[in-house]
């Protein structure tokens, strides 16, 4: 099979990884809200019912505690359901059964029941919708011992971490961002570029480390490449796994660099980018020639629509900020 065999979208990338899982495990199903006729709000299911049938991709009420408490019944009968979250603000109604439930199972067992379930989440911004349709819930999940939380973006970190996450026996929270769905790239079936727990460089540099998940990977990449042309050199790191966090990277880079540049389109009060702020300001701080930075979300509610822009971060943040770590 040839190495890179097409481009495509991260929601049809994502399609496929789930096209392949169901075709390779009968006890594999998808349950969610108009995921099955409709093929998902994004077309991320679509075509995926007609091939494998009701009975494997389920329409189900819109009630996401009904949906997550089910996936929670199937996988101790030895199923391994994936669950699509319609908006990332519908998540917390099912809340409960996942930090309470879902979390615990394995433990409450001493191991003996595993949870094999995966729960997509499209999350985060720039799409320009209403109220409790763009939000990054993501800290709440991987503050919960017990869950697995990744977020890919890129489509061909979709294509092969949603299968390494359906073949993990441990619960995983997939979350999936909103707008980057839409933007084609490679996608290499023969081998997964990075396992599903690792952090990945993605662009080398020698001045400045910055680290981003999901959508933020994009203007971290536009920021380096704007840096570039003025003779700053950045090193852009993928988090892709937000629980367990893969350290190891992140430290030869901090090393290599000194400096540390953390973003998130999520708050930064009580978040991702402050647990790993805190985390190489412990393991790295010698090799540190200036404080790590945050770039982050405002500690507001998100805003209206119209407004969003304002509010979620862009390279021109991430570049004032990595002008202040240079300024030390």
Known sequence: MAAVAEELPMAKALN????????????????????GKLGGVFRVTEG?????????????PLAESGIIGTAI?????GYRPVCEIQFDGFIFPGFD???????????????AVPMPVVIRVPYGGHIGAVEHHQESPEAYFAHTPGLRVVSP??????YWMIQEAIASNDPVLFFEPKSRYWPRGPIDFGQSAAALHATRVVRTGTDVTVIGHGAMVANLLQAAQLAAEEGVSIEVLDLRSLSPVDYAPILTSVEKTGRL?????APGFASIGSE??????????FSLESPVLRVSGFDTPYP????????LPDADRVLEAVDRALAY
Not at 73 to 77: E, F, P, Y
Request: proline share 2%; with cysteine; charged share 25%.
């Open 304 to 311: 209206p629509s119209k407004i969003e822009s304002f509010y």
């Open 97 to 111: 059964q996942i930090t309470t439930q879902l979390a615990k199972m394995t433990s409450r067992t001493a191991g």
């Open 48 to 60: 995926l019912q007609e091939e494998f049938g009701v009975r494997r991709v389920i329409d189900t």
């Open 261 to 265: 540049v953390v973003c998130q389109e």
């Open 16 to 35: 496929a990884g789930l096209r392949a899982a169901l075709a390779a495990d009968d006890h594999v199903l998808l349950m969610g809200e108009d995921i």
């Open 73 to 77: 019944g199937l996988a101790m009968r």
């Open 153 to 158: 973006s890129t489509p061909n970190d979709g």
């Open 276 to 285: 790993i702020a805190a985390t190489i300001a412990e393991r790295a701080f």
